[in-house]
C-alpha cells in the first residue's frame, strides 16, 4: 500500500496570485491507464446500501481541463452484469473551467455545498466565494478537483433501467492517488459518496502504461 | 475546278511531321504546317501525346532556333523579316501548348532545348514575337518541372525586374510565374523583398486581370513563412496593399477570388497578429467554401486553400465548423466523383477541420462520412489515399470514440492493414498513422487487428529501411499493447521474438528506441503474468535492457527505459532483484550514480520515472525490500530525495515524500 504523505501546504500557497493561472501540473497517479476502486455510497431512507466501483482513466488533456474514462459499477441490483459507463471531466484549473459548473442544474448554491464536503477545498471557499476562484492559481496544490460527467453506457443500453443524468464533484488527491466525489443528481439520493483508491492489478508496486495519439 | 489545298497537305500526324521536318517544304507550308499542329493540339491532350510520340518537339524546337539565328544574323526588315515572325510566334506558340498541363510535353520541350530560345525572345523587338515567348515560358513555368530561377545571381534578378516592368502584360505576368515558381527559401524571398519586387508586385494588382492573378501568386510566395517580408506587404501606406487583395475576395473571378484568399491566409498564417479580425475570418472561410462549388481547376485548389486556412489553428477549426464546413465538405464528398486532386484536398481539409474539435469529428460520424474514407483507401491515386488515412487519423484523435469502439471493425482495419504494403513510402507512413491511433481501441476488439494480419505488417515494417516507416510501426504496436489481453500480448510478442525488439532497443534513431521501450512497458504492464516476458531466454531482453541504460543519452529514451525497469519493479521479489541488479550492478561502477545523475536530470518526467522505480523497488511488503533500502542507501539515493523536498515539479517533491516514507520505515534513514 502507498504511504499517505501528510499534506502539510497552506491556503497561502495556493491564493493571491495573478490572474492567467498556470494549469495543473501532470499527475503520474492520474494518467492515461491508471485503475481505481472502491465504492459508490447509494443509500437513501429506505436502505443502506453501496456498489463496488472501477474507474480506469482512459483519456488526459491538461492543456483542455480535459480528462475521461470507464467507470464499471460492479453489484447493482437491476443490472445481470456490471454496469459500464464513459464520463468525461472537466478539470478545474481555473482556466478552461472554475468552481462553478453553470450547467447540467446545478446552481452556484449547489456547487459551494458540494464543494465544501471536501476538506482539501475550505482553504480555497473564500477566494471562491469573492470572484468564483478565478484568481486562484492551483498548479500548485496537492489536490485535482474535478466533475466527471457520465457520457454513455458502454456495454448495457439506455433501457437498462439506471441513469446517468447526473454529475459527480470530484477531489483527486496527488499525493496518494485517491479520490472522493459526490453524485449530484436532482432527482436522486443527494450526496451519494464515491470513494476510490488508486489500485496496482496484485502488483507489489506502481505500474505505468501508455499510448499516444498521433 | 480547283483542288483543295488539304488533299496536298494531309492532316496525319505523320504528313506534318514529315512536312515540318522536310529541308524542301517551301517556308509558307512550313508556316501552315506549325499553324495546323499548334489548332490540332491545343486542349487536346491525347492529340498531344501522339505528336510527342513522333518526335514533334524537337522538330518544332529546331524551326524555332533556325529562325532565331536567321533573325539575329540577317536582321532588315520587309516581307522576309514579317515571315520569320511567324515563324518565330507560331513555333513558340506550338512549343508553349505542348508545356501545358502536360509534364511529359514540358520535359520534351526542356530536353529540345527550348527554353533559352524562348528567353532569347522577350527581347525582341515585334511586341507580338516577345508576347509568344512570353505565353510559352508561362506556362513551362507552371510546371514542377521547369528549371528554377537563380534571384540570388545579380543579372537575373537585374532581368527579373525588366520583365516585372515589362508594359506587356505577358511578359510582366511571366516574371510573376517565375517567382512563383522558384521563390522557396528565405534567403530568396528577402533578396526579392529587397530588389523592390512587393511593391511592383502590389502595382501589378491594379493592372489586367493575367497582372492581378499572376501577382497574387507571387505575393503569396513571397511572404509565406517570411514574417518579415510580410510586415513589408502588410504595413506601408497603412495596409493599402493589403485592402487591394481584401477587396479582391469579392472579385468576380473565381480565380481571382481563391488566389486573393491564398494570398491574404499566406500572409495572415506568417504572425499570430495579421488578420485577426472576425470579419475577415468569416469571409475568407465563406469565399473558399463558395469556391468549392466550381466545377474546374478553382474547385480542385480550394480545399488546399482552406485546408492551409485551419491547419494547426483550433480558432479557424472553430469558425469553420460553426460556417458548416464540416456538412458542406461532406456534401460534396457524396456528390461524388471527382479528379483525385479534389478528392484528396477534400479529405485533407476534413482531416484538418477534426484534427483537434470534438464537435467536427462528431459531426463528421453523424454524417456517417467514414463510408467514404473508408472506400478511398483503396483509391487509384496515392495521393487519395494518403489524405484518407490522414483525415481517418484524425477523426479517430478521439477517446470518446476510441472508447466507444468505433473504429476497429473490418471495413476500417481490412484496408488499413492492405495499404501497410503499399508501393508509396507516403502512403505507407500516413497508413501507420492511421492505425497508430485506431488500435488504441478501448472496447475488447484487439484481436480483430491481430486476426486481419495487422500486426504481423507492423512487425515487418519495424525492419524497414526508413526510418520514419519504422518509427511509426513500433508507435503503432506500442498503442496496439497498452491495456491489451494477456492472449493478444502473446501473439503480439511471439510475431515480435525478442531478438527482433532487442534490435529495435538500439536501433540508429533515437526515437524508434523511445517507441520500441514504450511498447515493451506496455508490454510489462497488467497482470504480474507480463513481467515474464522480458526474463524469457535467460533474460536477454532485460539484459538488453539494462545496456541501453547504461548507454544512451537521449532523456527521452531513458524515461522510457525508467518507466520499462519501474513496471518490471513492481512485480514479485525476483522481478524486482533483477531491476536492482540492473540499476546498481557492482560496486565501484560508474552506473552506480547513474540513478543520482538521474534524479538530479533537469527534465522532471525523468526525474518521476526514476522515483517510481525507487518507489517500487522499496514497496514495504516485499520481504528483500530491507536488502534493497540498505543499497540505495549506500549509494546516496536518501539524501538526493532528501534534497528534492522542494522540487519545482509538484508530482517529483509528492513521489519523492513517498519514497523517502518507505525508506525510513527500514531503520536509520539519516545517511
Known amino acids: 500500500m502507498p504511504v499517505r504523505v501528510v499534506d502539510n501546504s497552506s491556503p497561502s500557497q495556493v491564493s493571491g496570485t495573478t490572474p492567467g493561472n498556470a494549469l495543473p501540473q501532470p499527475c503520474t497517479l492520474l494518467s492515461v491507464g491508471q485503475a481505481f476502486s472502491g465504492t459508490q455510497n447509494v443509500s437513501s431512507l429506505q436502505k443502506d446500501e453501496a456498489w463496488r466501483v472501477n474507474v480506469k482513466i482512459q483519456g488526459c488533456d491538461l492543456d483542455h481541463g480535459y480528462l475521461c474514462g470507464t467507470m464499471e459499477a460492479l453489484n447493482v441490483p437491476m443490472a445481470d452484469t456490471p454496469v459500464v459507463t464513459f464520463w468525461e471531466g472537466e478539470i478545474v484549473d481555473t482556466k478552461n473551467y472554475t468552481f462553478f459548473t453553470g450547467k447540467w442544474g446545478a446552481t452556484e448554491e449547489d456547487d459551494i455545498k458540494h464543494w465544501t464536503k471536501f476538506p482539501s477545498f475550505l482553504p480555497l471557499l473564500s477566494q471562491v466565494e469573492a470572484d468564483g476562484g478565478k484568481s486562484l492559481d492551483l498548479s500548485n496544490y496537492p489536490y485535482i478537483f474535478m466533475r466527471w460527467k457520465e457520457q454513455y453506457f458502454v456495454n448495457v443500453g439506455t433501457d437498462c433501467g439506471l441513469t446517468i443524468a447526473g454529475f459527480y464533484y470530484v477531489c483527486f488527491s496527488c499525493s496518494d492517488g485517491s479520490i472522493n466525489g459526490f453524485y449530484y443528481d436532482p432527482n436522486s439520493s443527494p450526496f451519494q459518496k464515491l470513494e476510490l483508491k488508486s489500485t496496482n492489478d496484485g502488483r507489489l508496486g506502481f505500474s505505468f502504461s501508455s499510448y499516444e495519439l498521433q | ?671
Open chain 2, 1 to 671: 475546278m480547283p483542288t483543295s489545298a488539304a488533299s496536298n497537305h494531309s492532316g496525319r500526324p505523320e504528313d506534318l511531321i514529315g512536312r515540318l521536318n522536310s529541308t524542301h517544304t517551301p517556308y509558307e507550308a512550313k508556316l501552315k504546317a506549325l499553324r495546323d499542329l499548334k489548332n490540332q493540339i491545343i486542349g487536346n491532350r491525347t492529340k498531344k501525346q501522339v505528336f510527342l510520340k513522333l518526335g514533334a518537339v524537337p522538330s518544332v524546337v529546331s524551326i524555332l532556333s533556325a529562325a532565331s539565328s536567321e533573325d539575329s544574323a540577317q536582321g532588315g526588315g520587309g516581307d522576309n523579316r514579317e515571315f520569320r515572325d511567324s515563324m518565330l510566334i507560331q513555333s513558340a506558340a506550338a512549343i508553349g501548348s505542348f508545356a501545358c498541363g502536360l509534364d511529359a510535353g514540358v520535359k520534351a520541350v526542356l530536353d529540345a532545348g527550348a527554353f533559352s530560345l524562348l528567353f532569347s525572345l522577350i527581347s525582341h523587338l515585334n511586341e507580338k514575337v516577345a508576347d509568344a515567348g512570353a505565353r510559352s515560358l508561362k506556362l513551362i513555368y507552371q510546371s514542377k518541372l521547369a528549371p528554377k530561377y537563380d534571384f540570388l545571381q545579380e543579372k537575373n534578378m537585374e532581368f527579373l525586374l525588366y520583365l516585372l516592368n515589362s508594359k506587356n502584360e505577358n511578359v510582366s505576368g511571366l516574371a510573376a510565374s517565375i517567382i512563383t515558381h522558384s521563390c522557396q527559401t528565405t534567403v530568396e524571398q528577402l533578396a526579392l523583398s529587397e530588389a523592390g519586387v512587393i511593391k511592383r508586385l502590389v502595382s501589378l494588382l491594379g493592372g489586367s486581370l493575367i497582372q492581378r492573378d499572376a501577382s497574387l501568386e507571387s505575393l503569396a510566395a513571397v511572404v509565406k513563412e517570411n514574417s518579415e517580408v510580410a510586415s513589408k506587404f502588410m504595413g506601408p501606406e497603412n495596409g493599402r496593399a493589403l485592402n487591394v487583395v481584401i477587396e479582391l475576395m469579392k472579385d468576380k473571378y473565381p480565380r481571382t477570388r481563391l488566389l486573393a484568399c491564398m494570398c491574404l491566409i499566406c500572409t495572415r498564417n506568417t504572425s499570430s497578429s495579421y488578420l485577426r479580425d472576425s470579419g475577415i475570418q468569416n469571409k475568407l472561410v465563406l469565399v473558399l467554401l463558395e469556391l468549392l462549388d466550381d466545377p474546374g481547376q478553382v474547385g480542385d485548389e480550394a480545399p488546399f486553400v482552406l485546408s492551409s486556412l485551419i491547419t494547426e489553428k483550433e480558432d479557424m477549426q472553430k469558425i469553420a465548423f460553426d460556417e458548416n464546413v464540416v456538412d458542406k465538405l461532406c456534401e460534396h464528398l457524396r456528390a461524388g466523383t471527382f479528379q483525385a486532386k479534389r478528392l484528396q484536398g477534400l479529405f485533407l481539409a476534413l482531416g484538418d477541420l477534426c484534427s483537434k474539435l470534438e464537435c467536427c469529428r462528431d459531426r463528421v460520424i453523424e454524417l456517417q462520412v467514414l463510408n467514404f474514407v473508408t472506400e478511398a483507401l483503396a483509391h487509384d491515386s496515392a495521393e487519395v489515399r494518403g489524405a484518407a488515412c490522414t483525415c481517418l487519423k484524425n477523426v479517430s484523435r478521439s477517446v470518446k470514440k476510441l472508447s466507444a469502439g468505433q473504429f476497429m471493425n473490418e471495413a476500417v482495419a481490412v484496408p488499413l492493414v492492405q495499404l501497410l504494403c503499399d508501393t508509396s513510402t507516403s502512403v505507407q507512413v500516413a497508413a501507420l498513422g492511421a492505425i497508430s491511433n485506431v488500435v488504441v481501441d478501448f472496447m475488447p476488439h484487439k484481436s480483430l487487428f491481430i486476426q486481419c494480419g495487422g500486426v504481423k505488417q507492423l512487425v515487418q515494417l519495424s525492419k524497414s529501411m526508413e526510418s520514419a516507416i519504422r518509427v511509426n510501426a513500433v508507435w503503432a504496436l506500442k498503442n496496439l499493447t497498452f491495456l491489451v489481453n494477456n492472449k493478444c500480448k502473446d501473439e503480439i510478442f511471439s510475431e515480435l521474438t525478442s531478438t527482433t525488439l532487442i534490435s529495435l532497443l538500439s536501433d540508429p534513431e533515437a526515437s524508434v528506441q523511445e517507441q520500441a521501450f514504450a511498447l515493451i512497458r506496455n508490454l510489462v504492464d497488467g497482470s504480474l503474468y507480463s513481467i515474464e516476458y522480458v526474463f524469457g531466454e535467460d533474460g536477454l531482453l532485460l539484459h538488453a535492457i539494462g545496456k541501453q541504460l547504461r548507454s544512451t543519452s537521449q532523456i527521452d529514451v531513458q524515461i522510457q527505459v525508467m518507466y520499462t525497469l519501474s513496471n518490471v519493479a513492481s512485480g514479485n521479489e525476483c522481478h524486482k532483484e533483477a531491476v536492482m541488479n540492473q540499476l546498481l550492478p557492482q560496486a565501484g561502477n560508474d552506473t552506480e550514480t547513474l540513478l543520482i545523475k538521474f534524479l538530479q536530470s533537469t527534465d522532471s518526467r525523468l526525474r518521476t520515472a526514476t522515483i517510481w522505480a525507487l518507489i517500487n523497488l522499496t514497496f514495504p511488503s516485499s520481504p528483500g525490500t530491507s536488502s534493497r533500502v540498505t543499497e540505495l542507501k549506500n549509494a546516496g539515493i536518501i539524501s538526493q530525495l532528501k534534497n528534492m523536498d522542494n522540487d519545482p515539479c509538484l508530482d517529483v517533491k509528492l513521489r519523492a515524500k513517498m519514497a523517502l516514507g518507505q525508506l525510513m520505515m527500514f531503520g536509520d534513514a539519516s545517511t
